[in-house]
């Protein structure tokens, strides 16, 4: 066992996946995809020749839209196959331009109150096209029903007070609830309502392999960017670079996977453990002292090695071959719900996390956004090879090739 792990820890994911045991379903093999494998309809392939040529691993073409005039705002899209790692690109991206609405008393729209939103979804898979494939078509959905259960709350009647000093809605009256927080709670809650549709769904499709997600929002005025693994959005101002999400990893979320593991050890099957180690254990270091932490633990100390100390850490490696369950290297997103430990029993599924870390920036104060500001949105492919502050100087070099006030920056708008 603890040989093979040693084979499996740095490798890519692809833990072992099994048929789920529950309710009447199709056999495994006769399981269709709920969503067929496609690229990003604002690419506007025209034929699946075309879809395939997208996923040519020897030439691989960097696919962009065809009129980017049908992308809001000026938007910008690229994308090229990985170099042999699947046999098609996993990675996908949806955009939705929205409106939220209340019907007036009689059930018409006539007259309501409306406000635009525009999404943009990045979701990055892995051991399949299963997931994203569906957060792709899905999450925009779910997003847009969730804003819809606060539109009340969004939308105040003409003259209300403003929807963040607004009370009377909710059942505890006194705590003053903002915008914000209800726009963030309907991300959070879309979120996990679609890894478990996934989960759902999984039992009467085709349903492999897992995603990262990351999703810009910008609605009201404020940009809300919800992350949930490895994928990163970047504001890029005038050279300088914004942080706008935070990578979750298990070299991020170290303690958080550890801490897990100890509070219920039944989840390491006998397997693994939370303890970490100054370096890897053999059973030469049997009752030696080892500098070592818990999960409760931020610094070292000193503990003599026993019998259950060489089994395997939850979380092993370092930096981007950091790894859970020497298995999978990301910590949050969808899907994975049947992955399964290298050589093991054990399921991944309850260290990894649906839940988004959301980010706000307020677009209305004062010198927040200029014509020259740019939101990038990537997976780790690109993070992988360029850094957020040079990526901020490729942007204004680029830029630096249209003045200010050239009209040929909307030459394609």
């Not at 979120?191 to 989960?199: L, V």
């Not at 990262?212 to 693994?229: E, K, P, Q, S, W």
């Not at 030469?284 to 060489?310: F, N, P």
Request: with cysteine.
């Amino acid at each position: 066992m603890l040989n093979k792990l040693r084979v499996a820890v740095y490798s890519a994911v692809g833990g072992q996946e099994e048929p789920i045991a529950a309710g009447p379903r199709p056999p495994a093999d006769e399981r269709l995809p709920k969503f067929p494998y496609s690229r990003p309809s604002f690419l506007r392939l025209a034929s699946e020749d075309e879809v395939q040529v997208a996923a040519d691993r020897s030439i691989r073409p960097i696919m962009v839209p065809r009129d980017i005039s049908c992308m809001p705002w000026m938007a910008g899209y690229a994308e090229a196959v990985n170099a042999g790692k699947s046999k098609r690109n996993e990675d996908t991206a949806h955009l939705h331009v929205g409106s939220l609405h209340r019907p007036d008393e009689r059930g018409s729209d006539t007259g309501a109150r409306s406000v635009p939103y525009y999404y943009f979804g990045l979701f990055d898979g892995h051991a399949g096209h299963g997931a994203s494939t569906a957060a792709a078509n899905q999450l925009h959905h779910i997003v847009h029903e969730r804003l819809m259960d606060i539109v009340e709350h969004l939308l105040p009647p003409d003259g209300a007070p403003e929807p963040a000093a607004r009370t009377d809605f909710f059942w505890v009256s006194s705590r003053e609830l903002s915008v914000d927080k209800l726009v963030t709670g309907a991300l959070e809650a879309a979120f996990n309502e679609m890894d478990e549709q996934i989960a759902e769904d999984r039992r009467r499709y085709d349903m492999r392999g897992g995603c990262t997600a990351l999703v810009a929002l910008f609605l009201l005025g404020r940009l809300y960017v919800a992350n949930a693994g490895d994928s990163r959005a970047v504001v890029c101002r005038r050279g300088r670079a914004m942080v706008a999400s935070h990578d979750f990893t298990p070299e991020t979320e170290r303690q958080r996977v550890r801490q897990l593991a100890s509070r219920q050890p039944s989840l390491c099957g006998g397997e693994f453990t939370h303890l970490e180690f100054c370096r890897r254990l053999t059973r030469r270091d049997l009752g030696q002292r080892v500098l070592y932490r818990d999960a409760h633990m931020t610094g070292w100390a000193y503990k003599t090695v026993t019998e259950s100390d060489i089994k395997f850490p939850v979380v092993c490696g370092e930096g981007k071959r950091s790894r859970v369950c020497a298995t999978i290297g990301v910590t949050r997103g969808f899907g994975d719900h049947n992955l399964r430990a290298q050589n093991t029993n054990v399921y991944v599924k309850p260290f990894l996390l649906s839940q988004p870390e959301v980010l706000i920036i307020n677009l209305e104060e004062e010198a927040a956004v200029t014509e020259s500001d740019v939101l990038v949105m990537a997976t780790d492919g690109l993070w992988d090879v360029v850094s957020n502050q040079r990526m901020a100087e490729l942007v204004e070099r680029a830029l630096s090739h249209f003045p200010a006030h050239d009209q040929s920056m909307r030459r394609y708008r």
